[in-house]
């Protein structure tokens, strides 16, 4: 079996959308399939394209295995609106210099075809399914339109929600078949009644080596002084920002120590420097060098700014094999996750005199409790929430359609 995927994001890019899809595609590779990928040269979240793939329109590589074709756009983090359209435009574009390659393109059994962007994933089932006629499986990460008025960057009525509204229900309509990352979504594109077969892909995350030197002794140690980590992007949807102007983790007994970059990176950075409140900023890590601190923390925050419906924030899952607790600042789906499974404490969005109760409440659980935090966590990486588990059960279902 012969699979495109057809995604904005891909490593070395960081972020959700780049693991979710590296994952994905490595993980279908071991399951016996060819896997290619269809991207951009790489330059999320700097807005910029990355040394070595500058002054060039397209570049070819093998990534761990993958082939991946790579193509121009316009790289951009700003706020303007009309900005960030262009380069998905040009990347939309760039689909159909690609698809000139017909003998390539007609040799793929499945194209998955990631959205949003919901301008690229409509270009792209043009060109892959209404054109070349290829089976196609529309990958769900987050509910554009919706998405984007909870978000405050689209308002209900305008003529952009209109134009992203007709492109959602052509996709759902044209895909050969559709999969969400959570059941919210899954629910949520029922709702239309195209009656498609789909799959719950959950972004999880492969078990990685965890350093065994951060045994049950050192993870009790001191939580008096309770070291909390955050790594991720530092952006509008999660809102370090505001956490921590609203929250002096000092004066709470803990640190927050966050790595990572984005937007809201050298704000965050000044007023960590300007202010005695216990964060601590350690810049851009790669994942492998993520992996390999998480351990050593009591607990991790994972924050959303507001309620997003069908959001289920991907950390959860990179923390579960560390056994690292969370402390969860959101709702929906991802709250349910964390409340059922015992992976931590949540609090609603945006809501900070919760989350200082929380961290005081963690800070005095009885070893008892907070070792049955850990454990839960990596038992549900193994379990109920395994990779591998999903993967064989995600190749059966692309071997099925």
């Known amino acids: 079996m012969k699979i495109l995927i057809v995604s904005f994001y891909y490593p070395p890019e960081m972020g959700a959308a780049a693991s979710r899809i590296s994952n994905m595609a490595e993980g279908l590779q071991r399951e016996g399939a060819q896997v290619e990928v269809l991207t951009c040269l790489p330059n999320y979240p700097k807005g910029r394209i990355f040394e070595g793939y500058r002054h060039r329109l397209?570049?070819?590589?093998?990534?761990?295995?993958?082939?991946?074709?790579?193509?121009?756009?316009?790289?951009?983090?700003?706020?303007?609106?009309?900005?960030?359209?262009l380069g998905m435009l040009?990347?939309?574009?760039?689909?159909?210099?690609?698809?000139?390659?017909i003998r390539r393109v007609r040799s793929y059994d499945t194209v998955i075809i990631q959205s949003p962007p919901l301008m690229v994933a409509y270009s792209a089932m043009l060109l892959f399914r209404c054109l070349y006629r290829r089976k196609t499986v529309l990958n769900i990460s987050d509910l554009w339109p919706t998405s984007a008025v909870e978000l405050g960057a689209v308002k209900t009525g305008s003529l952009y929600y209109k134009v992203l509204?007709?492109?959602?229900?052509?996709?759902?309509?044209?895909?050969?078949?559709?999969?969400?990352?959570?059941?919210?979504?899954v629910d949520h594109v029922k709702g239309f009644g195209f009656g498609k077969p789909h799959f719950l892909y959950r972004n999880l995350q492969p078990i990685v080596p965890v350093d065994d030197s951060v045994d049950e002794t050192r993870s009790l140690a001191d939580r008096t002084r309770l070291r909390l980590v955050y790594?991720?992007?530092?952006?509008?949807?999660?809102?370090?920002?505001?956490?921590?102007?609203?929250?002096?983790?000092?004066?709470?007994?803990?640190?927050?120590?966050?790595?990572?970059?984005?937007?809201?990176?050298?704000a965050i950075e000044a007023y960590a420097k300007n202010n005695d409140c216990g964060v601590?900023?350690?810049?851009?890590?790669?994942k492998s060098e993520i992996d390999r601190i998480l351990s050593s923390y009591h607990a991790s925050i994972v924050p959303l700014a507001v309620a997003i419906k069908g959001a289920v924030p991907s950390k959860i899952y990179d923390l579960l094999p560390h056994?690292?607790?969370?402390?969860?600042?959101?709702?929906?789906?991802?709250?349910?996750?964390?409340?059922?499974?015992?992976?931590?404490?949540?609090?609603?969005?945006?809501?900070?005199?919760?989350?200082?109760?929380?961290?005081?409440?963690?800070?005095?659980?009885?070893?008892?409790?907070?070792?049955?935090?850990?454990?839960?966590?990596?038992?549900?990486?193994?379990?109920?929430?395994?990779?591998?588990?999903?993967?064989?059960?995600?190749?059966?279902?692309?071997d099925s359609l």
């Open 231 to 266: 790594a991720g992007l530092l952006g509008v949807a999660q809102d370090i920002m505001g956490m921590i102007a609203h929250v002096n983790f000092k004066a709470l007994g803990a640190e927050l120590h966050i790595y990572g970059s984005g937007n809201q990176a050298e």
């Open 280 to 286: 601590h900023c350690h810049g851009y890590l790669p």
């Open 165 to 185: 509204s007709v492109m959602e229900r052509f996709v759902y309509r044209h895909s050969t078949a559709w999969q969400g990352q959570s059941q919210e979504i």
């Open 58 to 85: 397209t570049k070819h590589e093998c990534v761990n295995g993958i082939n991946v074709f790579r193509y121009w756009t316009y790289a951009t983090v700003s706020k303007n609106a009309f900005l960030r359209i």
């Open 323 to 398: 056994g690292t607790p969370i402390l969860f600042c959101g709702g929906g789906e991802g709250e349910r996750i964390v409340t059922s499974y015992g992976f931590g404490l949540v609090s609603p969005p945006g809501d900070y005199e919760s989350l200082r109760k929380n961290v005081i409440k963690l800070r005095q659980l009885s070893d008892a409790d907070y070792l049955l935090l850990r454990r839960q966590c990596k038992e549900a990486s193994k379990g109920v929430f395994s990779f591998d588990e999903q993967m064989k059960a995600y190749y059966r279902f692309i």
């Open 90 to 101: 040009l990347f939309s574009m760039a689909l159909w210099v690609f698809g000139l390659r």
